[in-house]
């Protein structure tokens, strides 16, 4: 590691007040300063805030702080109850030991698991902007089919993210400047375009105090995630729902995918392709026609197109209680 200094926050103001980089749980952003892929100048130790804490809202929804551990909130009675795609997505994530000491706004942060971005001897546009994307003719397994750009086909890690997305969570931040802002998790991430090192909305110094969840959804949920192996592997294609069906049609979808893109992926085509329809395979189809209109593959990973396919008709079908 490079040499930074140290202090540790007693307030979210103080801590933004404090100019340098937060950390929490540090699963992620250690192993990054320890390859010298961060090298952040000063650390501001949030991890002692009172942002903790799940709390029911007068409006039926959930505030979530970003210091509650991924383990304590998929264990939240609240959230298996009410929001079970988010347990299930948290419980699919990581191993125990780092679920118990990652956060909720780490997990917002965390960055790809692209191997280029983890080898400073290649060339990573991410890492390095300007430098290319040896990931494009290299080993690409893992990396995105949708919404990438020339200059780079890293995918979002987080499972947590992608039920989120389905869940139309909104992060709530504290700038530099004191202000509040409220974000909608679907405006937070940015798609790599010509500034893949730039994945979030955030403004340098602002701080992630809150996610807030809507009243639960109606209709069933669950979250599916397809790996190398059971536990402790990222997601090849993940898939979060939430949908309803009444009277013997779906009327209402959101849907969101993990390991497909640079960020949780929700495209309002395959919604709108399910709803007002009997469930039936054929309607799932279309809809996985309607999400994977513009994937592509780079070699290694044209694979994940038909499997994205068959995991999203797979949900579909335990989702709605079709049968094939």
Known sequence: MKT??????????????????????????????????????????????????????????????????????????????????????LLAGASGQLRNKATTGGNLLQRTRCPYFYDTAMACNKRDPGAGCSAMDGFNRNLAVLGTSAECIATNPSDMAVALRALDATIVTLTSDGDKRRIAIG?????????????????????????????????????????????????????AG????ADGKIVSAALAFGGLAPMPWR???????????????AVFAAAADALLAGAKGHGANDFKIPLARRTLIATLRTLTGAVA
């Open 4 to 89: 930074f200094t140290y202090s540790r926050a007693e307030s979210p103001e103080a801590a933004v007040a404090a100019g340098g980089r937060f950390i929490a749980g540090g699963t992620n952003l250690l192993d990054l300063m320890k390859l010298q892929i961060e090298t952040p100048e000063k650390l501001v130790d949030i991890s002692r805030l009172d942002l903790a804490r799940v709390e029911r809202r007068g409006d039926g929804g959930l505030t979530i702080g970003a210091l509650v551990p991924n383990s304590d909130l998929a264990a939240d009675p609240q959230v298996i109850a009410d929001y079970p795609v988010l347990s299930r997505a």
């Open 187 to 239: 405006d937070f991430y940015r798609l790599p375009g010509d500034t893949p090192h730039i994945e979030t909305v955030l403004r340098p110094g602002e701080l992630i105090t809150h996610v807030e969840l809507p009243a639960p959804p109606a209709g069933a949920q669950g979250y599916r995630k397809v790996r190398d192996r059971a536990s402790y592997a990222f997601a090849l294609v993940s898939v």
């Open 242 to 245: 939430v949908v309803a069906v």
């Open 267 to 281: 495209d309002a085509a395959v919604e709108a392709a399910l709803v007002g329809q009997v469930p039936n395979d």
